[in-house]
């Protein structure tokens, strides 16, 4: 079974997948409906049904392979394309078709291992690309290996400059040598692993990859040169006391808000792709809100009337503020994009939200994408209408004691409690149960929160999980030991983070792996052991100090 597909089978309306809606333009005709216009074709959504209409055919959206192939038909319709020139078979096979021959079969596969053995599998072969993408930090990245005569190329098919049947194949060797003080993997900047203050980012660099100075709090001022085209989601956050960074004119695409919870931030914007107006970022067009800075000190802001999209991380921390309007022309909010905001409540003129008891709601009442920090009241219970509690919808929310979900709540977000240490939860959805004080899905295979006070008195996890959900313990403050059974085979990303009095852990030698940022801030955790089959993704101990020693 798919592991992202654990909680209610409803990877459908999964939130990273509606903002990758946004990001390729569709529009939201109706509850969970989407319709992209191409001009000579239009492609619908339907999430509710699991599938989309391509050509006047239905083909499914059930696995994240099926999201590949929407996206990589997206990009060769902008390159374009005709319709005609685009074939999908039922067993979601795509090909380019020219003069109603086919010319070229395209395999979409899911990023990462799904990906790696379909290019070792199909070497030798002839006219083929093995083709994937992701969204990462709000940017869509891609790479694929056309495979042609038994020679491999990765360039000249699906760039900006190529027209279509115009391929030009060939490969891209770096020849730039970086400081050790930077990881780089094909001109891109992975992370920065330096001590410096200030810190220019050499010359040859082409994109400085989502999380590259996580919560580098040294770092004070920051020279992007000229050549780097994409700055990723949550690139700076948390460099808490970083005071300068420029934007230079080759920027062309910003992903989720890279500057999010810088608390003395001062940008210099030179690129003609975005537009700095009051220290606030916006896209060229001020359709986007990217950035609103945490150390801005006005109580109430109003969103520009060009708004259509608030989004991720956008607000994040800042203190100050007790009032954001929501204009009549904003038509999407990110996840998180008010969180950290102690202080906020929201006012709603958009026709596309509905703003009540403290929490925003989509239009129909279906989907509840934020609650605020502000709203004083200790007991809260979801709308009877609302189906999806968004990710992080009621991030830190420490004031809430209780919680109900209702019985129609039939997707959670990865965990949308995180950080609500005094919260109880009262569960009526029959998709979820709680056990103990912790949320699992119906079906017991995945924990999805434990909070601070259901961990007070110790935590026995139920057997038969598969999962640990991502940032399920999240700020879990009072847990001190845990021993994680037998059945268990993941631990997500963030999991365990911010315990900060986490000092034992027992893993089973079943664990087949252990996501990003799992442990992160556990200073207590000083020892952990580890079957010698497990995974350990980069930063998983990130600000712990945690000694790993393998069975």
Same mark, same amino acid.
């Given at each position: 079974?798919?592991?992202?597909?654990?909680?209610?089978?409803?990877?459908?309306?999964?939130?990273?997948?509606?903002?990758?809606?946004?990001?390729?333009?569709?529009?939201?005709?109706?509850?969970?409906?989407?319709?992209?216009?191409?001009?000579?074709?239009?492609?619908?959504?339907?999430?509710?049904?699991?599938?989309?209409?391509?050509?006047?055919?239905?083909?499914?959206?059930?696995?994240?392979?099926?999201?590949?192939?929407?996206?990589?038909?997206?990009?060769?319709?902008?390159?374009?394309?005709?319709?005609?020139?685009?074939?999908?078979?039922?067993?979601?096979?795509?090909?380019?078709?020219?003069?109603?021959?086919?010319?070229?079969?395209?395999?979409?596969?899911?990023?990462?291992?799904?990906?790696?053995?379909?290019?070792?599998?199909?070497?030798?072969?002839?006219?083929?690309?093995?083709?994937?993408?992701?969204?990462?930090?709000?940017?869509?990245?891609?790479?694929?290996?056309?495979?042609?005569?038994?020679?491999?190329?990765?360039?000249?098919?699906?760039?900006?400059?190529?027209?279509?049947?115009?391929?030009?194949?060939?490969?891209?060797?770096?020849?730039?040598?970086?400081?050790?003080?930077?990881?780089?993997?094909?001109?891109?900047?992975?992370?920065?692993?330096?001590?410096?203050?200030?810190?220019?980012?050499?010359?040859?660099?082409?994109?400085?990859?989502?999380?590259?100075?996580?919560?580098?709090?040294?770092?004070?001022?920051?020279?992007?040169?000229?050549?780097?085209?994409?700055?990723?989601?949550?690139?700076?956050?948390?460099?808490?006391?970083?005071?300068?960074?420029?934007?230079?004119?080759?920027?062309?695409?910003?992903?989720?808000?890279?500057?999010?919870?810088?608390?003395?931030?001062?940008?210099?914007?030179?690129?003609?792709?975005?537009?700095?107006?009051?220290?606030?970022?916006?896209?060229?067009?001020?359709?986007?809100?990217?950035?609103?800075?945490?150390?801005?000190?006005?109580?109430?802001?109003?969103?520009?009337?060009?708004?259509?999209?608030?989004?991720?991380?956008?607000?994040?921390?800042?203190?100050?503020?007790?009032?954001?309007?929501?204009?009549?022309?904003?038509?999407?909010?990110?996840?998180?994009?008010?969180?950290?905001?102690?202080?906020?409540?929201?006012?709603?003129?958009?026709?596309?939200?509905?703003?009540?008891?403290?929490?925003?709601?989509?239009?129909?009442?279906?989907?509840?994408?934020?609650?605020?920090?502000?709203?004083?009241?200790?007991?809260? /219970? @979801?709308?009877?209408? &609302? *189906?999806?509690? +968004?990710? =992080?919808? %009621?991030? #830190?929310?420490?004031? $809430?004691?209780? !919680? /109900? @979900?209702?019985?129609? &709540? *039939?997707?959670? +977000?990865? =965990?949308? %409690?995180? #950080?609500?240490?005094? $919260?109880?939860? !009262?569960?009526?959805?029959?998709?979820?149960?709680?056990?103990?004080?912790?949320?699992?899905?119906?079906?017991?295979?995945?924990?999805?929160?434990?909070?601070?006070?259901?961990?007070?008195?110790?935590?026995?996890?139920?057997?038969?999980?598969?999962?640990?959900?991502?940032?399920?313990?999240?700020?879990?403050?009072?847990?001190?030991?845990?021993?994680?059974?037998?059945?268990?085979?993941?631990?997500?990303?963030?999991?365990?983070?911010?315990?900060?009095?986490?000092?034992?852990?027992?893993?089973?030698?079943?664990?087949?792996?252990?996501?990003?940022?799992?442990?992160?801030?556990?200073?207590?955790?000083?020892?952990?052991?580890?079957?010698?089959?497990?995974?350990?993704?980069?930063?998983?101990?990130?600000?712990?100090?945690?000694?790993?020693?393998?069975?």
């Amino acid at each position: 079974m798919n592991k992202d597909r654990i909680v209610a089978d409803t990877l459908f309306i999964d939130m990273k997948y509606v903002i990758l809606y946004w990001i390729l333009e569709y529009r939201e005709m109706g509850p969970d409906i989407f319709e992209k216009d191409y001009g000579t074709l239009k492609i619908r959504i339907e999430s509710e049904k699991q599938r989309f209409m391509f050509k006047d055919e239905w083909y499914p959206l059930t696995d994240h392979k099926d999201f590949v192939i929407l996206e990589c038909i997206d990009r060769l319709l902008r390159i374009g394309y005709l319709p005609d020139n685009l074939s999908l078979t039922n067993e979601r096979n795509l090909a380019l078709v020219k003069d109603d021959v086919p010319f070229l079969q395209i395999i979409c596969e899911q990023w990462g291992e799904d990906y790696e053995r379909a290019v070792s599998a199909t070497l030798g072969n002839s006219d083929v690309i093995i083709y994937t993408s992701k969204l990462s930090g709000g940017l869509i990245d891609f790479k694929y290996e056309y495979l042609e005569k038994g020679k491999r190329f990765s360039t000249g098919v699906f760039e900006d400059n190529i027209y279509p049947f115009s391929f030009n194949p060939h490969n891209i060797a770096s020849k730039n040598v970086y400081s050790d003080d930077f990881l780089v993997k094909n001109d891109v900047l992975l992370k920065y692993i330096g001590k410096e203050k200030n810190v220019v980012i050499p010359h040859g660099i082409e994109k400085i990859e989502s999380g590259a100075f996580w919560n580098c709090t040294f770092l004070e001022e920051i020279t992007i040169p000229d050549g780097v085209r994409s700055i990723g989601g949550d690139a700076f956050i948390y460099c808490d006391n970083l005071k300068m960074i420029n934007i230079p004119s080759s920027i062309e695409k910003i992903g989720d808000d890279p500057f999010a919870g810088s608390a003395n931030l001062l940008i210099n914007n030179e690129s003609p792709h975005f537009h700095l107006i009051k220290e606030i970022l916006f896209d060229s067009d001020e359709k986007r809100l990217i950035h609103y800075g945490s150390h801005m000190k006005a109580e109430r802001y109003e969103i520009p009337l060009t708004v259509e999209w608030i989004g991720k991380h956008s607000f994040y921390k800042n203190r100050h503020l007790k009032k954001v309007v929501i204009t009549e022309n904003v038509r999407f909010v990110g996840n998180n994009a008010f969180s950290d905001c102690e202080n906020i409540t929201l006012e709603n003129r958009s026709p596309n939200f509905v703003y009540t008891d403290g929490s925003l709601l989509n239009k129909e009442q279906t989907t509840l994408i934020h609650y605020s920090l502000g709203t004083d009241q200790d007991e809260y /219970v @979801i709308p009877r209408s &609302v *189906r999806t509690v +968004g990710r =992080n919808s %009621f991030w #830190n929310c420490r004031r $809430l004691k209780r !919680i /109900v @979900i209702t019985e129609n &709540v *039939r997707q959670i +977000g990865y =965990n949308p %409690f995180a #950080n609500c240490s005094n $919260l109880e939860i !009262i569960c009526l959805s029959p998709y979820y149960k709680v056990e103990d004080g912790i949320l699992y899905d119906k079906d017991g295979l995945e924990l999805i929160c434990c909070t601070s006070r259901a961990a007070f008195n110790g935590v026995s996890i139920s057997q038969g999980v598969l999962s640990i959900g991502r940032n399920s313990f999240t700020g879990c403050e009072s847990l001190k030991e845990i021993e994680i059974p037998p059945s268990v085979k993941t631990i997500s990303r963030g999991a365990f983070s911010g315990c900060s009095n986490l000092q034992r852990v027992v893993l089973p030698d079943g664990v087949s792996s252990i996501g990003e940022w799992a442990f992160a801030y556990c200073p207590k955790l000083k020892n952990l052991e580890i079957g010698k089959g497990t995974k350990i993704a980069v930063n998983t101990f990130f600000g712990s100090n945690t000694e790993v020693r393998y069975r």
